[in-house]
């Protein structure tokens, strides 16, 4: 056998686990599918990603986030997924969840309406707003009218 063909063949494979793996970092930073998800399944796309470089695949996960988290972990950021331990998968995976409930809890909710009246600085009152009787009152004092 030439090396030639083996080379293409090589080549070919990394560029599917390289497309395999963007699509799989898409997924994970639009929140399709989580990293706990990943570390647990280890998909195929998977099996040589540094843990450091998935967990930077989240959002608003950079590199020193990434490094204290798998510094608490005793987990070196370089390991490659499918080299973890079953008790280094189910606590990274359990760390995360926490860290994904902490992070949804963290954010405002937004399908609450926020109910206030606004006034005019002169008193003229807008669209969404009311003025009681006494306020109108005072108003008018403030004015001069």
């Not at 930073?29 to 280890?42: E, F, H, M, N, P």
């Not at 331990?85 to 926490?98: D, G, I, N, P, V």
Request: proline share 6%; glycine share 4%.
């Amino acid at each position: 056998m030439t090396p030639e063909p083996q080379r293409l063949r090589a080549l070919e494979r990394a560029n599917e686990v390289r497309l395999a793996r963007a699509e799989l970092k898409r997924r994970i930073a639009s929140g399709g599918v989580s990293a706990a998800q990943v570390i647990l399944d280890c998909p195929w796309e998977a099996h040589s990603w540094s843990v450091g470089d998935l967990l930077m695949s989240q959002r608003r996960w950079g590199r020193t986030r990434c490094r204290k988290f798998l510094v608490q972990n005793e987990i070196s950021e370089v390991k490659q997924i499918r080299t973890l331990t079953e008790r280094q998968r189910h606590m990274l995976a359990s760390k995360l969840a926490r860290c994904e409930m902490e992070a949804l809890q963290d954010q405002p909710r937004i399908d609450t309406p926020l109910e206030h009246h606004i006034e005019s600085p002169i008193g003229i009152p807008d669209e969404d707003s009311t003025i009681s009787p006494v306020g109108a009152e005072k108003e008018r004092e403030l004015v001069g009218v």
